[in-house]
């Protein structure tokens, strides 16, 4: 089958990776987003899946968007009988959509409808869910919109975060997709539509969604944290001399502690070997790794032989 793989981030490589491997397929053509600058130095950066696409010698098409004519003709002329979209980055135009035989495939990281949108893997531990999973869908003009083909189900540990179920999911997603194109190929998958009830939306996460804020309980930080690692990252400012200083926390523990009943959100109620423990709108946050602006990531034992933090110092935040 001739399949055009559109896709920029790392989370579709394994998909890219399932259908280059794979003797059924042949992938004509890969478009993905043009590169970008990026890093300290802002220097123009390839996507991931273009580096991919380049080590196995497929085309590669860069469009800036996918409306424009252009970049329309040029899907044409690869005579595609599949499309396959795994983390683009745009939603098609419909002159797109209708192109294939068999439509366009879409790989995404929620069980749909839960958590349609830019951010599903954040979504669903900032929401403190406890499954989460990758469903194959036939795309339309919506967002994540389109009737279902395949799902699977993935739970979600404990100390899961952003990254290690980006991971989870990727590789589910290249599993996940040879059984849709197979299914699909020999018309044995009948699309389903998405019901109405229990949508939901993950918006794109922002640098400043990182911020801590310090009125919420304990848990609901920590889900924070899980989410938003390794980006944004969870952050605080510690009050200096010289002025507030960024504070990262990489590790914490949600925990019940009489003894900070009544204190302000933010503030350190101790502080020891053990953990920094910060007093949160319910319960305490027990702070175990951290990282101040300019230094480098340490445990909090490490952090206090240089740092003085004494209990009463408060940490500020957002909303």
Known sequence: MRIVFMG????GAPCLEALVVSREHQVVGV????DRPAGRRQELTPPPIKT???KHGLPVFQPEKMRRPEAVTQLRELAPELIVVVAYGQILPKDVLGLPRLGCVNVHGSLLPRWRGASPIQAALLAGDEVTGVTTMLLDEGMDTGP???RERVQIGPDDNAATLHDKLSALGGELLLKTVAALAAGALQPTPQPGEGATYAPKIKKEDGLVNWAQPARQIRNRLRAFTPWPGLFTFLPTEAGPRTLKIWSAEAAADPTASGAAGGTVTAADKHGIVVATGEGTLVVRELQ???GRRMSADEFLRGHRLAAGVRLSGGL
């Open 8 to 11: 920029t981030a790392d989370f």
């Open 31 to 34: 478009v993905t987003q043009p």
């Open 52 to 54: 991919l696409a380049l």
């Open 148 to 150: 279902m083909l395949l």
């Open 292 to 294: 101040i602006e300019g």
